[in-house]
């Protein structure tokens, strides 16, 4: 029997959510409040530059491969990935340091800066590669409905190896003392969750996808990837539909009978929230039906904002790689500042991106497409004096660090921040990646995929489990499809 699935959002847990389902025979739409698909990393067009919006690391490609294989299908069906090397370029205060994508000269980069630290590296690694294999294996795709999933997987002895209760602060600093060796390891979990000394050990798995198994890019941009997953759901029958705004639910006797969408009520059989959790449990879902309260959500820790600038640049760029960053200031205050004192930063850190270095076509020849990204605190008040006075800061950096104008070269500027993410996601206090991955956050003690309160209404996506980042976002949608699935009447499935 087919059931009628609605899913709320196209971001990658919707579009995953939404393909698997409809692979298992369902009838599935997808609603979408804004006119194209692939929330966070949307794109945009401005003449001849084409802009992702958001993600621009392509990490752990096994989870990319691994998903179009649950349709018979390979990641080169749908785009072309390349893999950068150097990874990236790291400018610290006394210049600019290149990530080799070959793991014997990273060693020996790490040996220069700091003696024996070569060796060390080796041995870190080899402890982030078990920890990602029994992660991947083993803890990523469990729904975390509660602790016994992962008693019944020996949690206690693999909590050792995970070093589940270690931080990852204190782990890097056992292998490594100089501060840009610590820069390097810290900055994947700083980025895209919380400060390293609030993070588990287990996150240098985050290191492992980095340096072994590399960093690559979608020829086209991050948006091949959104196009390709939103082909895939089309040709397993899911239908979308974009300007769809959910308003609310229908419930009667616990079960979700309808939702409303622009005022009208569109009957359904069970639905995947994939937009953020906050905004359905809080905004969607009826009184009465909430899975938390707004206390609840207040306490949690939220990973970081974002400052965003879309840069069109009518020259070439030298001094710049494809991925940037820019650690030539105090990394520990501009943590503290993020997560402590939840402020604007006197001396951000920021990350600068030019797919044009290595995609022709992204921007036009001999100019470049440049996208700047600052963590910033979530929550916090902003407006466009606070973006120009960043602007300035960022720019007097960067062309002091490549010894060339390029304010003067800009022909297209757009910023980003917590005031879009609200609008154009509604995100809570405005954050770009969801809930930190915190001790006390991870697993079963994140927002739960399946509502309490509500049985045919599972969640997905960046607020929930397994985490923030596009490849545990995608992971998100096929554990809540698969969990609902169980619920559902048996349909017929779909051949490939
Ligand atoms: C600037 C930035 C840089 C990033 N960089 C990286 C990176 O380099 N690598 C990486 O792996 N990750 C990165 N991330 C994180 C990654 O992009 C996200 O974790 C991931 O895209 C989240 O996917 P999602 O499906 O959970 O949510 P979303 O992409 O936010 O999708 C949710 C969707 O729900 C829709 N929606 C909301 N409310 C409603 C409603 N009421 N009705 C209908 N639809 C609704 C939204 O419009 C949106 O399309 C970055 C994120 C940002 C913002």
Redesign the pocket.
Known sequence: MTSKIAV???????LAAATSLADKGHQVTV????SSP????RHFTSGDFHFDM????Y?MPDVFEDYFARFGKKVSDYYTLKRLDPSYRVYFEDGPVDIPADFDELKALFESIEPGSGKQLEIFMDEAKTKYEIGMSKFVFKPSHTIMEFAELNIARDAMKLNLFKSFSAYARKHFSHPKLLQLLEFPVLFLGAKPEKTPALYSLMNYADSKLGTWYPMGGMSEIVKGMVALAEEKGVEFKYD???ETLVIRERAIKAVVVNGYEIECDAVVG???YH?IDQN?VPKGFRQYDEKYWDKRTMSPS?L?YYLAVDKKVSGLLHHNLFFDTDFGKHAEAIYDTLEWPDNPLFYVCTPSKTDPSVAPEGKENVFI?MPVAPGIKENDDTRDFYYELIMDRLEAHLGMDIRKHVTFKRSYAHKEFQH???AFKGN???LANTLDQTAFLKPKLKSKKIKNLYYA??LTTPG????P?LISGQVAADELNKLLPKAVAMSV
């Open positions: 709320i959002g196209s971001g990658f847990a919707g609603f979408e409040k804004n692939g929330g966070r990393a958001g993600p621009s690391w990490w769809a705004n959910v994939a937009a953020d905004h969607i974002s965003l990204l154009d996601y509604n770009a990646y969801g996506g960046q923030p980042g596009v490849p976002s």
